[in-house]
């Protein structure tokens, strides 16, 4: 069972999240992976257990229902 979990609610962006983005920017590879996890793609089909894999569509469509409320 896969589970997506957001961390900000997406909006207009102000400049305080402007801000936040450009430091986040500056992080390496690992030291976003540290503070976020991983992002692994995988397919509908896949049979991994692995906590930090996601269906792409499930992510685009949840950021799809954040962004319309």
């Known amino acids: 069972m896969h589970f997506l979990f957001a961390s900000k609610k997406l909006d207009i962006p102000d400049s305080g999240r402007i801000l936040e983005i450009e430091r986040l920017c500056k992080l390496t590879a ?22 930090n894999r996601f269906l792409l569509y499930e992510a685009l469509w949840t950021c799809q229902n954040m962004f319309t409320e």
Do not use: A, M, R
Not at 31 to 50: I, P
């Open 30 to 51: 690992k030291q976003l992976e540290e503070k976020f996890g991983s992002c692994l793609y995988v397919t509908e089909n896949d049979t991994s257990s692995d906590p």
